[in-house]
């Protein structure tokens, strides 16, 4: 955790070299297209953990065509591969480094970063009360320009993601995801 928020705290600092700054907020709704596998001492097995949901982001742009991105997902998986959990909604919160085109009406960016996430456990079927995953993504997109403060954002990222291994009748659980996700909302700028 500690590695986790000074590697956003790098990458805050990296992003400020600039002269001027801009600060957006968005918000997103999200499709994810997801494999999620499962493995045990009895074998592995894979299922569609495919997603929808919603995504909040908070940017910091240096003005020297990079940006910081601060990120809260919720979203619903499918429930062929959904984890037995009393809520079905997963959360993600993470920080990327975006990587901006030259300013104008059509913005195209390219990002990277890591994260964390979480969902509650059903504890009749488990030993724990939830379990936490560890990701990292890279994507890339474009924000349209509607006003000088309004853009529509689109974006495409990849995402893998490590769920924290956990215990069912005295047999170790590991998951892991592999997420192809795709974006699209509006970004107010001020």
């Known amino acids: ?25 968005g918000i997103d709704m999200i499709s994810d297209s997801a494999t999620r596998t499962v493995s045990s001492s009895f074998g592995e097995g894979e299922g569609s953990a495919d997603a929808d949901g919603i995504r909040l982001r908070l940017s910091y742009d240096s003005g020297k065509n990079r940006a910081v991105e ?6 619903s998986v499918d429930t062929a591969a959904d984890l037995d959990t009393i809520d079905d909604n997963e959360l993600d919160f993470g920080a990327n480094l975006v990587f901006l085109g030259s300013p104008g009406t059509f913005i ?35 924000k349209l320009m509607v006003t000088e403060n309004l853009a529509v954002v689109g974006s495409l990222e990849a995402t893998y993601r490590i769920w924290q291994s956990i215990e069912v009748l005295s047999t170790t659980i590991d998951i892991e995801d592999k997420v192809l996700r795709l974006g699209l909302g509006l970004e107010f700028s001020f």
Do not use: W
């Not at 590695?3 to 990296?14: A, E, I």
């Not at 890591?114 to 560890?134: C, H, K, M, R, Y």
């Open 1 to 25: 955790m500690r590695k986790l928020q000074l590697s956003c705290l790098g990458m805050l600092l990296l992003a400020s070299q600039g002269t001027s700054a801009n600060t957006s907020i």
């Open 70 to 75: 601060l990120y809260l997902s919720s979203y």
């Open 108 to 142: 195209p960016f390219g990002k990277f970063g890591a994260g964390f996430g979480s969902v509650p456990l059903d504890p009749t079927a488990f030993s724990e009360d939830s379990i936490s995953n560890v990701h990292i993504n890279a994507g890339a997109g474009a």
